[in-house]
């Protein structure tokens, strides 16, 4: 590769998308590459490239400053294969939704030429990929709520960026009301995306549906974690199953039709789970130590009369009037 065919690569892949890189920043930049080159050599090329690459623009100032348009064909050496195409339609498919918006945004070029890869392909086992991969929920299905896409970017923004925001939330069934935030994680849990945050200097952390934020505004302050805070333990303590009590955890025993409670053999609900057949093995009784949640009582109430719940007699009581 000629030294003039290297420098035009490397200032290409220097330009930003989207966002102006000015001719004094691609010579600096050139320099500590090793390249020799002035700003007018540089504009001269950079004119003749905007003709080869229709994607690359100026915004028409003196200097003048150069940008890949948002939506420009993404230019690799080498290109993507089908296995690299394949890999981002399904991250495009299945985990664009967990990314931040401008995440999202910087991969769509490369999203749109995975799409032209396996268009042009003829080996089916790739170009029909779409038909042949699909993700199920273990619940009901519901639509996504919907969110206001420059409030969750902004969320995103200071999340990331560890700032404070102050914003007007509506919790369920209260007014909506205005709270300085101090984000700390974001949950994606199905069809719902919750922040994780605490409440101008509280330490408590809680979460908060991203659906049911109506104004932001970001702050310069930092964030305040509380101390010890760990997203995990958070997580393990129940906040997300309705808690009746916090980290309350007891010892359930329930009796199960043995059909109903095969998939517990497999995917058991505690480390200490123990499953034991009684009624000649038509039913099966199963003890765990569980969290005391709401999610839990709900998911034994799905079971109909398929499931008995046996202990704790607190919990059997409750059960059972409902």
């Not at 790739?126 to 639509?143: E, H, T, Y």
Request: hydrophobic share 40%; with cysteine; net charge negative.
């Amino acid at each position: 590769m000629s030294d003039t065919i290297l420098r035009q690569w490397t200032m290409l892949r220097r330009i930003k998308r989207g966002q102006r890189t000015g001719t004094q920043e691609l010579k600096d930049y050139l320099e500590k590459e090793g390249f020799e080159v002035g700003q007018r050599t540089i504009q001269r090329d950079l004119v003749e490239l905007a003709k080869v690459f229709p994607g690359l623009n100026n915004d028409g100032h003196k200097p003048a400053g150069w940008f890949w348009e948002a939506d420009a064909e993404v230019i690799d050496i080498p290109g993507i294969n089908p296995s690299m195409a394949l890999s981002f339609k399904l991250v495009e498919s299945f985990l664009k939704p967990l990314l931040p918006p401008v995440v999202g945004q910087h991969l769509q070029p490369y999203f749109t030429g995975a799409e032209q890869v396996l268009g042009e392909m003829d080996d089916q086992g790739f170009a029909q990929w779409n038909q042949r991969v699909r993700i199920l929920p273990r619940s009901q299905p519901l639509l996504p709520a919907k969110v206001d896409t420059q409030i969750a970017e902004t969320i995103y923004q200071c999340l990331f960026e560890g700032k404070r925001f102050t914003a007007r939330y509506k919790p369920r069934e209260r007014d909506e009301a205005q709270y300085d935030f101090n984000p700390l994680a974001l949950i994606f849990r199905e069809s719902i995306i919750y922040l994780v945050a605490t409440l101008w200097d509280y330490e408590d952390p809680r979460h908060f549906a991203l659906h049911r934020f109506t104004w932001i505004e970001p702050q310069d302050q930092p964030v305040s974690k509380p101390e010890g805070f760990d997203l995990d333990s958070y997580l393990a303590s129940g906040s997300f199953d309705y808690p009746t009590e916090p980290n309350k955890h007891i010892r359930l025993v329930a009796q199960f039709k043995r059909e109903a409670a095969l998939h517990l053999e497999e995917t058991p609900l505690s480390e200490d789970q123990v499953i034991t057949p009684i009624d000649n093995g038509e039913w099966v009784r199963v003890e765990a130590t569980v969290l005391d949640t709401q999610q839990l009582r709900w998911w034994l109430l799905g079971f109909g009369k398929s499931s008995v719940v046996t202990g704790p007699n607190e919990l059997a009581v409750k059960l059972d009037r409902e």
